[in-house]
């Protein structure tokens, strides 16, 4: 599969998954899913998403996205790089994590 988003129409709404590497179960923790809605609520404020629907599984996410402003390949790769590095600074310094050598 491609690394890169593909959005040929950006005028239009796609549907757009994306999953965890190794499909480790993050966002079965609170703390982890509000880093990535934050992003989310982030990326719409200042950027220009427009989220039409989204569900937040335990090791992946699905999104009904579009944007009239910036490249929507933009918005997503700003979305999952700020996400990632949040969430792994997240699971690094809490001491309470019981899975964290092995999500690390």
Known sequence: MSSNYKFHDQERPYFVTFTVVRWIDVF?????????VDSLKYCIANKG??????????NH????MGTKEKPMQDILRDVKRHTSKMITKAISSNIQESRREWML
């Open 61 to 64: 996410v699905h999104l009904i």
């Open 49 to 58: 998403l427009q989220l039409y629907a989204w569900v937040i599984m335990s």
């Open 28 to 36: 079965t923790r609170s703390e982890y899913k509000d880093i990535l």
